[in-house]
């Protein structure tokens, strides 16, 4: 049985041995077919594209996902009856929206929304633009 101290020093050199090489796997598939009713135009309303070697990961991320392409994302939902989606951009990019508009346009029409990630100077503004463009309350 190991002992504290040789799991520390294993542990270790496990990460000193992975601190450069990147491990990417297929996202995981349903092995199994659902078995209850799938209610018609179940949504998926929360799910990301990840596509490093097309959109790199911003340098503060605190994390680094496997890729999720979105062809496994459409194999996915259609193994579990799902016809539309919501992408939601993942926070390893920062405020770059290009995966997500990427997922978008490759999964056409079944895709429902999309959740963008801005900066915040650009809430800023468009809280400010939103609130000259509303009508004054009413007195009555």
Do not use: W
């Amino acid at each position: 049985m190991l002992n504290r101290r040789e799991l520390l020093l294993a542990s270790a050199a496990a990460g000193i041995a992975m601190q450069n090489q990147a491990a990417f796997a297929k996202a995981a598939q349903p092995s199994t077919k659902v078995n209850f009713e799938v209610p018609p135009h179940a949504c998926d309303c929360h799910t990301h594209i990840h596509l490093p070697e097309k959109y790199p990961f911003f340098d503060g991320r605190v994390y680094t996902p496997e890729p999720a392409s979105p062809e496994e994302m459409a194999a996915l939902h259609k193994a579990l009856g799902i016809e539309r989606v919501v992408i939601v951009t993942p926070s390893v990019y920062g405020t770059d929206n290009s995966s997500t508009l990427f997922g978008m346009k490759a999964c056409g029409r079944t895709v429902f929304a999309a959740v963008a990630s801005i900066s915040p100077p650009a809430a800023s503004a468009i809280r400010m633009s939103a609130a000259r463009a509303s009508p004054p309350p009413s007195s009555a």
